[in-house]
């Protein structure tokens, strides 16, 4: 059964620190060589043959040992430790998940490509979500799909808005794990302070500079300025996704492999030139782009308006409680009022390696995600971390229930991912250099900030991808 794609998140987030380097042509073809169990693999296919035999696990002798890479740290490694523990518990005698941290998400792909030339690939391994033209270039995994269809599984509990970004022809290759959306968060105080209504937050570009120019300190208002935000590329992908517009050709990559970016759009630039002009006018602070750096003036009241990662509520709503400010969190804004398109997803999913592994392994894979994505595993997960379930079930779990209720904002996302249209816009764009694409958008951005044209800026950075893309796109064919 494919994984439905009808109508219907949040991480504690790691930033996406970009490569130093594209990768070299030989690396991907040595990564993307497959092998003699490889099946060639489409475009929507991150295929090493197909899902084995459903009992050749109940046939194997011992302990099936299951190799899982992951990249998660801190309190988020804490939560997954205690799900594989309770897999393992649950598996005694059959199955043992051994879990290894591979290093945050750009360390952990690195990692991955040096195992695929040494044939030493995991089991299991949890790749961010820029990471998956590569991840089905490569051709070292078997698609999920073919074990949900070889298995008839139901999987219509799955949110549709996530498995449709990790989906090509309605195939889903990996499976979600950690998810997250961006969001509007604002200082309600500051607002009242300000004369503003509180319930009413600015949800386009335009009624951002209105209530902006009463918030800041330059309009009398009772903020240093109105709004601030990292330069940060995945808050541009944002603003095109809910206009609409695809971020890259060929269907966002989904209709065959993008040859460019399209941040250089009417509509990106338009966003950088609102951005810019905010800045010159005195209304919005220029953070730079640490994330950090806009974080923390949020939190201490120096911008009144931010856009940010769900996985920064818990610690918004820590700074408001220790501050005496009341926290509001709103969907992503829209660059025009009246436009139907949504955010886009971020976060990571786990692909399952087939090339030279066992038949064993694999089946003894499929079932520790199969459990990491249950509603009871989810709520877990979800509680655990502040990443958005992956599972609708897992939002009607009684300590999910809970949690929720002793954090209402999150609703406010929960709300946002269902009723986003799922479309190719909102499925993000799969490209092969996806990072170091974010880089150049933030590249463009930076400049425009600093003083350059808008539209020079945005051309500039996109034109300085097509060498890369087209390198990438001819390693791989």
Not at 273 to 284: C, E, F, I, N, P
Request: proline content about 4%.
């Amino acid at each position: 059964m494919k994984p439905t794609t009808s109508s219907p998140t949040r991480r504690s987030r790691l930033r996406y620190a970009v490569p130093a380097a594209v990768a070299s042509a030989s690396l991907f073809l040595a990564a993307c060589g497959g092998g003699s169990g490889s099946d060639g693999g489409g475009d929507g296919d991150g295929g090493s043959g197909g899902a084995p035999a459903a009992d050749v696990l109940d046939k194997a002798d011992g302990v099936t040992t299951v190799a899982f890479w992951h990249a998660m740290d801190g309190t988020n490694a804490e939560a997954l430790t205690k799900l594989v523990s309770d897999f393992n518990a649950q598996n005694t005698g059959k199955i043992e998940v051994k879990a290894t941290y591979a290093g945050k998400y750009d360390d952990a792909i690195t990692k991955y490509k040096a195992a695929i030339q040494s044939k030493s690939t995991p089991d299991v391994i949890q790749i961010y979500d820029i990471g998956t033209r590569f991840m089905i270039d490569a051709k070292q995994t078997i698609p999920m799909q073919a074990f949900i269809d070889r298995d008839k599984l139901d999987v219509s509990d799955l949110q549709p808005n996530i498995t449709g970004y990790y989906s090509i022809d309605d195939k889903l290759n990996s499976m979600p794990f950690n998810t997250s959306m961006p969001v509007l968060y604002y200082n309600k105080s500051l607002f009242k302070k300000a004369g503003l209504d509180p319930e009413k937050p600015p949800q386009d570009l335009t009624a951002i500079r209105t209530a902006a120019e009463k918030l800041a300190k330059k309009s009398g208002g009772p903020a240093d300025y109105g709004f601030g935000a990292a330069i940060y590329g995945w808050l541009l992908e944002q603003f095109i996704a809910t206009d609409g517009k695809e971020y890259c050709d060929q269907g966002n990559g989904r209709d065959g492999k993008a040859t460019k970016v399209q941040f250089d759009s009417p509509e990106s630039v338009e966003v950088v030139t609102w951005w810019q002009t905010m800045v010159k006018d005195g209304l919005a602070a220029n953070t730079g782009r640490d994330t950090k750096a806009a974080q923390a003036a949020f939190k201490s009241g120096q911008l009144a308006i931010t856009l940010e990662s769900t996985g920064q509520l818990g610690g918004f709503s820590k700074a408001a409680k220790e501050g005496g400010w009341e926290l509001g969190a709103a969907n992503y804004p829209h660059i025009k009022a009246g436009t139907e398109g949504g955010p886009i997803i971020g976060g990571a999913s786990l692909w399952i390696n087939g090339e030279n592994h066992e038949d064993a392994n694999k089946e003894a894979a499929w079932r520790f995600v199969k459990f990491l994505a249950d509603k009871k595993s989810q709520a877990q997960w979800h509680i655990g971390t502040g990443y958005f379930p992956i599972s609708k079930g897992a939002l009607e779990e009684p300590t999910d229930v809970e949690y929720r209720k002793a954090n209402p904002l999150f609703d406010v996302a929960v709300k946002q991912l269902e009723n986003t249209k799922l479309s190719k816009a909102t499925q993000g764009c799969l490209l092969g250099v996806m990072p170091q694409a974010r880089k150049a958008s933030e590249d463009g951005l930076e400049a425009a900030l600093n003083g350059t044209d808008p539209q020079q800026a945005m051309t500039k950075a996109a034109e300085s991808l097509k060498t890369q893309i087209d390198q990438y796109n001819s390693s791989v064919e």
